[in-house]
């Protein structure tokens, strides 16, 4: 794929899981396709309930978290897992059509490990995945296991 040619790392997940969630079905069909190029093995939920019920048979390094779903929202979603011993240290990116100044604060603040901005540009988020794992402690910890 040519758009991912440029800062391309084959092996940047390491064969980790990745939990996608998110309720369209395009957005998940992208996240999903670009991380397991860079060998990620991914799950998927629509809404963050149905993420919390893979999360009670699964460990994923990270999570990619919408924040605007039905059913259970991605801020309810996060409220959860940091609630939750067993999943409070996994890090959860924030992945969100909101991109209004102060926006990017309020997740951070929120307790999301990292940011990124819908619509889902391949080649952009591609570099970006692979910028936010390598300033992130917890994820590159996390998938280096």
């Not at 999943?87 to 604060?105: F, M, N, S």
Request: hydrophobic share 45%.
């Amino acid at each position: 794929m040519s758009y991912l040619r440029q800062d391309y790392n084959a092996n940047l997940f390491n064969n980790s899981l990745i939990l996608i969630v998110d309720d369209d079905p395009s957005s998940l069909d992208i996240v999903r396709t670009l991380l397991e190029m860079r060998n990620g093995r991914t799950l998927t939920a629509v809404n963050g309930k149905r993420a919390l019920d893979v999360l009670e048979n699964h460990t994923p390094a990270f999570i990619v978290c919408d924040i605007s779903m039905p059913v259970m929202d991605g801020w309810d979603f996060l409220k959860s897992v940091r609630a939750d011993e067993k999943l409070a240290e996994i890090p959860v990116i924030a992945l969100t059509a909101h991109a209004l100044r102060g926006d990017r604060e309020r997740v951070l603040e929120a307790g999301f490990s990292g940011y990124m901005t819908k619509p889902i540009i391949p080649r952009v988020f591609a570099v970006e995945i692979k910028d936010l794992v390598e300033k992130t402690p917890a994820i590159r910890v996390r998938i280096s296991s």
